[in-house]
């Protein structure tokens, strides 16, 4: 097999603003696997370094890695490769690449979509939330009204980046009292900070808020104080996490998990663990969000799916959306594979 990378850097229509600071652009590394009978498939990287601590650099190093353990692994299936890739560097934005792209060329290969690969009955859509990025009153009103609008039932605000009540009370004035309304701290509090502020923002009516505060023990005193559903995302990476059950929900996203076969395997653990699952974008390429969404289908077939933070496309100039959310849904890709083309 034979491993190519390439890099691509997305703009953002404007920044998007959380307790982590601003994000203006996203660099997307692409690879493409070459099959020794000339079958093709393509995946992602997507590292967001001041998100989950992951560097661009240290991904690329880890694919360059994976070069000599490709061009050896003609005989091996998916799984032995995968794990003679994660024995050279084991990092899972890395890892998530060369998974999406085995799954990709898999699909190509039996003809069907990945989420006909994963189950035999996937959901056709995925609910998904809307993102809401204005920092000030009025644009985020704006903002919840265009969305509900367009259909979307969820509506997610950042929260811990300045007037937090006041955007919260103008977004639910503006989508009124049906829309669920989902907060993203970026553990951005402490405990006390959290609480206090979850107490505050609850009167608007929330659906939950995500990651008020980082760490297992943390999130689980937040918990135990607070009226409202509390869910993890970053804390997600933390040893032992996903079976902890320290909160009600837990957001998975592809490239913190290693790809599409080691997410299956987290969201059944969270499952267990009675938590409810979403997937999440860290506003990835492509391919990265095609395949969280043929994962979200195939997981909406086995049990209850929270709305998904996948409608994210949108929010780069100059793109073009192969997975526009309609009526708050994304439709699951039906072509072979992933469904969806590599940045060009």
Not at 109 to 130: E, R
Not at 326 to 344: E, H, N, Q
């Amino acid at each position: 097999m034979k491993l190519s990378v390439r890099r691509d850097t997305l703009r953002l229509k404007q920044p998007l603003i959380s307790a982590q600071g601003a994000i203006n652009e996203r660099v997307i590394l692409g690879v493409s696997i070459v099959h020794g009978d000339g079958e093709v498939g393509h995946g992602e990287a997507a590292p967001l370094e001041q998100y989950d601590g992951v560097s661009l650099q240290l991904v690329e190093d880890a694919l360059e890695s994976y070069v000599q353990v490709l061009a050896g692994a003609d005989g091996m299936n998916g799984a032995r490769i995968i794990d003679a890739c994660r024995s050279v560097a084991d990092v899972p934005a890395a890892l998530a690449a060369i998974d999406l792209a085995l799954w990709d060329r898999a699909g190509r290969h039996a003809g069907k979509p990945v989420a006909a690969l994963i189950t035999d009955s996937p959901a056709v859509d995925v609910t998904v939330n809307a993102t809401l990025s204005a920092v000030d009153r009025a644009g985020a009103a704006e903002q919840a009204a265009v969305a509900v609008s367009e259909g979307f039932s969820c509506l997610k605000l950042k929260v811990g980046v300045g007037d937090d009540a006041g955007r919260v009370a103008a977004v639910r004035a503006a989508a009124g009292q049906q829309a669920a309304l989902r907060l993203d701290a970026n553990g951005a509090w402490n405990v006390d900070e959290a609480v206090r502020a979850i107490d505050a923002l609850s009167p608007a009516g929330l659906e939950l808020v995500e990651e008020p505060t980082h760490g297992l023990s943390a999130v689980r005193e937040v918990r135990e104080r607070v009226a409202v559903r509390v869910s993890i995302d970053e804390t997600a990476a933390e040893h032992g996490a996903l079976g902890a059950g320290v909160a009600d929900a837990v957001c998975l996203k592809i490239s913190r998990c290693g790809g599409i076969s080691a997410l299956l395997v987290a969201a059944t653990l969270v499952r267990a663990s009675g938590a409810e699952v979403y997937l999440a974008s860290t506003l990835d390429g492509p391919l990265g969000v095609a395949a969280a969404v043929h994962v979200a289908a195939a997981l909406a077939s086995r049990g209850p799916l929270a709305p998904c933070g996948l409608a994210t496309r949108g929010m780069f100039e100059d793109l073009e959306n192969p997975l526009p959310a309609r009526a708050g849904r994304i439709t699951v890709p039906t072509g072979a594979g992933l469904g969806v083309d590599p940045l060009s």
